[in-house]
Structure formats: structure tokens, C-alpha cells
């Protein structure tokens, strides 16, 4: 006799029995038959559709340039560096327009091969590209760095005023001479606004023909200002886009100022060759290219800082590397060389040191350096003085490293306010044409200046017509008193002695 249901139980096999009548009615299981044998017999028409199809033929390779694409990991370019990896945006990620109509245009130049310089031009009018090459050509035919190789100068139709002068006038090494910084003024003619936005690298053309200012910012804009003729169409200023990212390096050629290199962060290194109207491809690197640097004892080579603390030596003529290895812990972030002694080299780099090399004794195998000198924070430059005898570093520790003694053993700190923020490029502590004073830019908006001597600042340089931040500075290498300081707005200020 079977055991009586609870009234639960009843309720449940009534429900049971209710929904499978339901699903009776509406056929639901023979409609799942239907699907699955459909879905069968189409695997199968698909296996034999695709077993009797032949290879693809392959495309031939398209004689277009190849654009780029690559991750930030692959560049070694820290993600928080994501925000600026497009032309224009900033810091924050927002999008950038300029008055300026032509600057919104910027097309991506991470392309294989070389780049016509009418085709970078943001300028509009090729007409005032052309100028630009003119007279770059005609300054190259006449200047007194012309030569036929390595050699020196050759004949040309300028002198400078005095012939002990003109005999210390080494291709590739500045001048040096007394200054009176008290001296300095700065002329309102003298400020120009060379690019948009932030300014990375600064440089002047090595000749005493025209004092011509070249600027790249962080957008892969080159500009080129010709203060000679400001008062001419263009106010002598020239803008062109060879790079899709930062510009970490410039250097000219000081036999041949018609020929211009510039790095970048896209890992691309171009040659602007103002003959040929192009700008070249010289290099590229999986890697992020931070800094760049030439030796003035040899032109025939590049000497450029790739990934986290790498170091390459390009040789520009072969067109091959002749040294790959490891300086630093991570990235290098300026290269210098001892202007008397051929052999030496100085890095700085982020992993808080700078360091002195002997290039006869770097191998890639574990190079070791003549000195290091210790911040507590990253190193963002580290220059020799005009002779050879001192070196000066900038760190984000506040302060100045000054080292000297037969080895650089002996180093002292200055304190300097160096903490710039994430808006304004690095200050960098660079010399003049002596080795008395360093000169470096401040938070309020002025031109320290650093007594070597004295281990101390002297003196702010300052002006009303100064409306930023100026920290980035170069000297003129052969105009004795010309100093120039570029801002995160991309202006450029030029003081000169009265």
C-alpha cells in the first residue's frame, strides 16, 4: 500500500503534469530536432565548401610607405605617457586647437622612407618653404664651416673681425670668451613664438652667417626661426612636422649646416637634407629615442640613447651601429663630450646618477665607468664646461652637482629649486662661454645664473617681457653673448649683451 501524498507533494506532480501538456502543445521539442539536424547539415556543406577552395594567392607588397603601429611597451614609453601620443592633445588628454589653422592638420609621419619637406611644412605657402632652403643653401656655400670632409674650413668669402679668433674657430667647438651677465638685455624684437606647445630641444645653427634658432616640441614639430629676418613675411618662422612625437635630440652639422638630424620618441631618427629637399629616414628603433648627441671630435657618428638605458653609436656613413650597450638602469636622458679630450663621455639618466665614461673602454659586455655622480633623484642633464675641466648635472633633487679634479672626483652641490611639473620641460643647467657661470631658469620666471667659484646663484637674470616659465637654454656657439631660453609654450627669448 503505498504512502499517502502530502499536500505539497500533490501540488508538485499537478504542476509537472500541467507543463509538459504546455510543451506538448507548442511542439517545442520537435522544433529542437529541426534546428540541430539543420545546423548539422550545414557544418557539413561548410567542410566541403572550404576543403574544395584553393590557396589564396598572395598580394604583391604595395609600393606605398609602410606607416607604423606599435604599443607604448614595445617603444619603452611608460603608460602614463598615453595622454600625449597623439599630435594634439596635451598632457591631460584634451583635444588642441590652435589659431593657427595649418597646425590642426598634422598628418601621422611614422612612415618608413623619407618625407618631403613641402609635405611637412604647416605653413600653407611653399613658397616661404622654399626661402627657408635658399637661404640655409646660400649660408652653407659661404659659411666658414664648410670643408670637404673632416678636415676644417675651407676657403671663404667671411672673416671674423680678429684673427686670433678666427684661428680658435674649430668646427663643432663654441667659442669661448669673458661674459659680464650683468650685461644681458633682452629686446622685445628678440621673442618669437617658434612652435606650438612645449619646447624639448633647442639649438642654434653653428655659423656665424645668420643667428637662425631651431626648436622641437613635444608634438614632432621642428620650427625654425631666422631672427635676421623677422621683419620679413613669415617673421622668419618656419614650421615643419617630420615626427609624430616629442623631439628628444637635435644636431646640425657643423661642416655642413644644410644637413640636420633630429630623434624623436616614435623611435624614428631623420636627416633633414636641405639639398635634396627631404627629410630622411636615418634610423628606427622598437625603442624610445630620449637623447641624441655628436661628438665634436667626429661627425661621421650619432650618438643616441634608446629604451631604458641603452646607448647606440651610428655610424652615418655605413649606416650601420658600430656599439650597442647598457649605461644606465633606465633611461638616458642627455649625452655629452668633453670638448679637449676626444675620449670622454657623459650620460645622465633617470636612475638618479650621471656618469663619466671612456669611450676606448666601453664594451657591450659590461661597460664601466670612469665616475659617477650620485642625486637622490633622476639626473636630467649633465654638460662639461667649455674646456673640458668641470661638469655640471641637474637633478629633481634641487640641486646643481658641480665635479672637478683630474678624475672628476671632486663634487660639490648647489641648491637649486628644479621641480618643474608635469607642464614645463626640465630645467637644465647648462654653460656659457667660459667656465665661470652655468646658467639655468627658474619657477619665477627668471635666468639664474650659478658662480662656479662661489658655488652659489649670483644672479636672476629677469624682464618684464618675459610672460613663462623659461627651461630649456642654449648658447650660441659662435656668437660670444647670445643666450636663448625656450618656454612650455613654445616662445623663444633671445638675451644679448648690450
Known amino acids: 500500500m503505498g504512502e499517502k501524498l502530502t499536500e505539497y507533494e500533490r501540488r508538485r506532480l499537478e504542476n509537472i503534469k500541467r507543463n509538459d501538456e504546455m510543451v506538448a502543445a507548442l511542439k517545442i521539442h520537435s522544433r529542437l530536432n529541426d534546428l540541430s539536424a539543420a545546423a548539422a547539415a550545414s557544418k557539413r556543406q ?48 584634451r583635444k588642441l586647437t590652435f589659431k593657427n589653422p595649418q597646425w590642426n592638420s598634422r598628418e601621422s609621419t611614422e612612415v618608413e622612407g623619407p618625407l618631403k619637406m613641402s609635405g611637412t611644412y604647416l605653413g600653407g605657402d611653399d613658397g ?27 676657403d671663404s668669402t667671411v672673416k671674423l673681425e680678429k684673427s686670433e679668433e678666427f684661428e680658435k674657430f674649430i668646427p663643432g667647438k663654441r667659442l669661448t670668451g669673458s661674459i659680464d651677465v650683468n650685461a644681458f638685455q633682452l629686446k622685445p624684437e628678440n621673442i618669437a613664438r617658434v612652435v606650438p606647445s612645449r619646447i624639448m630641444s633647442l639649438k642654434f645653427f653653428p655659423t656665424v652667417d645668420m643667428e637662425m634658432v631651431v626648436a622641437g616640441n613635444k608634438f614632432g614639430d621642428v620650427g625654425f626661426w631666422n631672427v635676421n629676418r623677422k621683419n620679413e613675411g613669415g617673421g622668419g618662422i618656419y614650421l615643419y612636422h617630420p615626427h609624430s612625437r616629442p623631439i628628444s635630440g637635435i644636431v646640425i652639422d657643423p661642416f655642413c649646416i644644410s644637413k640636420m638630424y633630429t630623434s624623436c620618441y616614435d623611435g624614428f631618427i631623420r636627416l633633414m637634407d636641405v639639398e635634396k629637399e627631404i627629410f630622411d629616414m636615418v634610423y628606427y628603433s622598437d625603442y624610445t629615442v630620449y637623447s641624441m648627441s655628436q661628438s665634436p671630435h667626429d661627425v661621421k657618428s650619432l650618438y643616441f640613447s634608446e629604451g631604458r638605458g641603452g646607448v647606440n653609436k651610428w655610424d652615418v656613413r655605413a649606416g650601420k651601429s658600430c656599439l650597442k650597450c647598457d649605461l644606465h638602469d633606465e633611461r638616458i636622458n642627455t649625452i655629452d663630450f668633453n670638448s679637449e679630450n676626444e675620449n670622454i663621455m657623459a650620460t645622465s ?39 673640458g675641466k668641470f661638469l655640471a648635472t641637474t637633478s629633481l633633487d634641487d640641486k646643481v652637482g658641480l665635479s672637478s679634479g683630474a678624475n672628476y672626483e671632486d663634487t660639490s652641490m648647489v641648491y637649486h629649486y628644479n621641480r618643474t611639473g608635469c607642464w614645463i620641460s626640465t630645467f637644465r643647467g647648462i654653460w656659457g662661454w667660459d667656465d665661470s657661470s652655468i646658467y639655468i631658469g627658474n619657477m619665477k620666471r627668471g635666468l639664474d645664473v650659478i658662480s662656479v667659484e662661489e658655488a652659489k646663484t649670483v644672479t636672476t637674470l629677469g624682464s618684464d617681457l618675459v610672460s613663462a616659465i623659461t627651461c630649456r637654454y642654449e648658447a650660441h656657439p659662435y656668437n660670444v653673448g647670445m643666450l636663448a631660453g625656450a618656454t612650455g609654450g613654445g616662445q623663444v627669448y633671445i638675451w644679448t649683451q648690450s
Do not use: M
Open 349 to 387: 639618466s633617470s636612475d638618479n646618477t650621471a656618469r663619466i665614461w671612456d669611450l676606448r673602454r666601453i664594451n657591450a659586455v659590461k661597460p664601466t665607468p670612469l665616475k659617477i655622480v650620485s642625486h637622490k633623484r633622476a639626473v636630467h642633464s649633465a654638460y662639461f664646461s667649455p674646456t
Open 128 to 154: 616661404l618653404n622654399q626661402k627657408l632652403i635658399r637661404t640655409i643653401l646660400q649660408c652653407s656655400k659661404k659659411s666658414v664651416l664648410s670643408s670637404d670632409g673632416d678636415k676644417g674650413p675651407r
Open 46 to 93: 561548410r567542410d566541403e565548401s572550404k576543403s574544395s577552395k584553393r590557396s589564396p594567392v598572395k598580394k604583391p607588397r604595395s609600393e606605398s610607405p609602410v606607416v607604423l603601429r606599435r604599443s607604448l611597451r614595445s617603444r619603452g614609453v611608460p603608460p602614463d605617457a598615453a595622454t600625449a601620443s597623439g599630435p594634439n592633445d596635451d598632457l591631460t588628454g
